[in-house]
């Protein structure tokens, strides 16, 4: 398991280093100075997302950003170091997974309040995909121009590299994972995880 104290500390000596104050390299990185600087200071476990942008504005890879002399095979996140996220519109967002060197995936576990539209994300970069599990309520997953309704115990999949966005269009609320292994774009293009608010809040 990453030592968040020991990460953090690592990631603000490498800044420091470059003579970034946190504002140049939260602004570099397209992270909150909030976010990073509860990641220098090891408390906030950050997502593989967030690392990739930090490790891309100090001008390294990720690999790099987070290597370690030996060779851990087994990462564990305990259920109290989950990022959980409480987004505005009332629905919720727990990432689920350890974060892994080299690895874009995240599996996340997602709350909507009855009737929430959850926004639009961007086309990811080509390869990126998405698996979608409901555990409860009805879920609306809009992909490109198409809409597919799941309801509890349904799932499916579909290639990340369009537009794609949630709602709960159903009475209740709705609990759904998703699988999400996103690949990471050329320079220059808009960042994988970002997303646009399409009258509401956004998901995934």
Same mark, same amino acid.
């Given at each position: 398991?990453?030592d968040?104290?020991?990460?953090?500390?690592?990631?603000?000596?490498?800044?420091?280093?470059?003579?970034?104050?946190?504002?140049?390299?939260?602004?570099?990185?397209?992270?909150?100075?909030?976010?990073?600087?509860?990641?220098?200071?090891?408390?906030?476990a950050?997502?593989?997302?967030?690392?990739a942008?930090?490790?891309?504005?100090?001008?390294?890879?990720?690999?790099?950003? !987070?290597?370690?002399?030996?060779?851990?095979?087994? +990462?564990?996140? $305990? #259920?109290? *170091?989950? @990022?959980?996220? %409480?987004?505005?519109?009332?629905?919720?967002?727990?990432?689920?997974?350890?974060?892994?060197?080299?690895?874009?995936?995240?599996w996340?576990?997602?709350?909507?309040?009855p009737?929430?539209?959850?926004?639009?994300?961007?086309?990811?970069?080509?390869?990126?995909?998405?698996?979608?599990? !409901?555990?409860?309520?009805?879920?609306?997953?809009? +992909?490109?121009? $198409? #809409?597919? *309704?799941? @309801?509890?115990? %349904?799932?499916?999949?579909?290639?990340?590299?369009?537009?794609?966005?949630?709602?709960?269009?159903?009475?209740?609320?709705?609990?759904?994972?998703?699988?999400?292994?996103?690949?990471?774009?050329?320079?220059?293009?808009?960042?994988?995880?970002?997303?646009?608010?399409?009258?509401?809040?956004?998901?995934?």
């Amino acid at each position: 398991m990453f030592d968040l104290v020991a990460l953090g500390g690592h990631i603000q000596a490498l800044r420091r280093d470059r003579s970034l104050t946190l504002q140049e390299l939260a602004e570099a990185a397209e992270v909150s100075v909030s976010m990073l600087s509860s990641v220098e200071r090891g408390q906030k476990a950050p997502t593989v997302v967030v690392l990739a942008r930090i490790a891309d504005g100090l001008g390294m890879s990720l690999a790099q950003l !987070v290597a370690e002399p030996d060779d851990h095979r087994v +990462i564990v996140r $305990r #259920a109290a *170091d989950q @990022d959980v996220v %409480d987004e505005p519109g009332g629905w919720r967002r727990v990432i689920l997974t350890p974060v892994v060197p080299g690895v874009n995936f995240e599996w996340i576990h997602s709350t909507l309040p009855p009737g929430c539209d959850a926004g639009e994300y961007p086309a990811y970069a080509p390869g990126s995909h998405e698996y979608v599990v !409901v555990g409860s309520g009805t879920l609306r997953i809009t +992909i490109a121009e $198409r #809409a597919v *309704d799941l @309801d509890a115990g %349904d799932s499916a999949y579909f290639a990340a590299d369009v537009v794609h966005g949630y709602a709960n269009v159903g009475r209740g609320p709705c609990s759904y994972h998703v699988a999400a292994l996103v690949m990471r774009p050329r320079a220059g293009s808009p960042h994988p995880r970002g997303r646009r608010p399409s009258g509401g809040p956004a998901a995934s």
